[in-house]
């Protein structure tokens, strides 16, 4: 499956896209992963918004935030239309993507191209949708040689992130692969469970213990872990008094991403109710120890988080799903027999309790998640990319 060997390091470029931190740490662990299985690959990071010029990164993350938090209607209607409208496929194919591309191939070509300072990349790989959009403008004008790799980041596939000219998709569940194969039938499509770093794995009863023990929580609580990503989207409060509610037993950890009014109000309410039932940490960099602490993680888009904590063997809760691409990854989370969606705080509340009455039934969700990160973790990303072997290393 692998490209002919070369007597030179391998070039990879993995371009993101900086809205939250979910594009991002998807172009890390594909880093990571890469970089263990193949330690002769020259690997680069590289981030489009800021190659727009424009102040584009923090204007998209604006009218991302603003339309999915004030506009939900308005948000599902575009997400509609990028599916059903051949006008809006073609603005995001031709005008967007000429945009990006322009943008990138200033680093990609000529004397001064900074992704390209020894040699064009072999490979090129893309987690972030209007990324892919101008790499695939690149690869069809034949501006871009290297193999084009689109990673799909959210469980459900959408029209947004498919455009002709890429090589190869990489989805996240069995049942995203032919719907991705109907948007791009001339691209190949890879089922890669779970695209994260290596210290998000399936978690023993012993780590679980260990990881409760290193951050002071109690060994007999059902601990839920409430996040609404790095942007604190949705909000979750909501989700946080609903796990509250379900009984004494239940201790909540709440991750307010980089919402600091969100973090006060909550930090106020465990004032109340007790701060040794909710904490509300800062930014929390060891997410596999909290994850792997927690039996519940609740989430609200089927991203990032969604894959670590069910790479980790945790029970995903999808609460009050995102517009648009949140409540498409709830409902195939839902037939994969991989999450339950909750829209009320009542329900969430109601299958906490049927948790702690049943805790068999909550092995059995843990026995599913850790399943699914099994399944294809075995996969050879590099051979997927098809990366060139190195028949002399230095």
């Given at each position: ?12 470029l993995i371009v993101s896209g900086e809205i939250g931190e979910g594009h991002a ?370």
């Amino acid at each position: 499956m692998n490209s002919p060997p070369t007597d030179r390091a391998t070039r990879l470029l993995i371009v993101s896209g900086e809205i939250g931190e979910g594009h991002a740490a998807v172009a890390r662990a594909v880093a990571t992963i890469v970089a263990r299985d193949r330690p002769d690959c020259d690997i680069r990071l590289a981030e489009a918004f800021a190659r727009m010029g424009h102040g584009s990164g923090p204007v998209f993350r604006w009218l991302f935030e603003f339309a999915v938090q004030w506009t939900p209607a308005l948000q599902e209607a575009w997400y509609a239309a990028v599916t059903h409208s051949r006008l809006v496929r073609w603005f995001y194919r031709e005008v967007m993507g000429a945009w990006v591309a322009r943008a990138l191939a200033a680093d990609l070509e000529g004397p001064h191209a900074r992704l390209a300072a020894d040699g064009a990349p072999d490979v090129v790989v893309s987690t972030h949708q209007l990324a892919t959009a101008g790499l695939a403008r690149l690869r069809r004008q034949g501006r871009l040689e290297a193999r084009v790799v689109a990673a799909i980041c959210d469980f459900a596939p959408h029209a947004y992130w498919t455009y002709p000219g890429v090589d190869e998709y990489l989805v996240l569940d069995d049942l995203a692969a032919a719907p991705t194969r109907v948007m791009d039938p001339g691209a190949g499509v890879t089922v890669r469970s779970a695209l994260v770093g290596a210290p998000f794995t399936p978690v023993s009863d012993d780590g679980a213990r260990a990881a409760r023990e290193h951050l002071g929580l109690p060994a007999d609580a059902l601990v839920v872990v409430v996040t609404a990503g790095s942007l604190g989207l949705g909000g979750i409060a909501g989700a946080v008094r609903a796990a509250l509610a379900a009984d004494p037993r239940c201790h909540v950890v709440a991750l307010c991403g980089r919402d600091e009014r969100a973090r006060r109000r909550l930090r106020a309410l465990g004032d109340r109710v007790g701060s040794e039932r909710l904490r509300v940490p800062g930014w929390v960099d060891d997410v596999p120890t909290l994850l792997a602490a927690a039996d519940v993680v609740v989430n609200n888009s089927g991203g990032a988080t969604a894959q670590e904590a069910l790479a980790c063997g945790r029970t995903l809760v999808l609460y009050q799903p995102l517009p648009g691409h949140g409540r498409d990854s709830a409902r195939l989370l839902g037939r994969a027999g991989l999450a339950r969606t909750c829209r009320r705080p009542r329900e969430l509340t109601r299958l906490l309790q049927e948790w702690l009455a049943d805790p068999a039934a909550l092995r059995a969700a843990h026995d599913r998640a850790a399943a699914w990160s099994r399944r294809q973790a075995g996969v050879d990303l590099a051979a997927v990319l098809k990366l060139p072997t190195v028949e002399n290393l230095p």
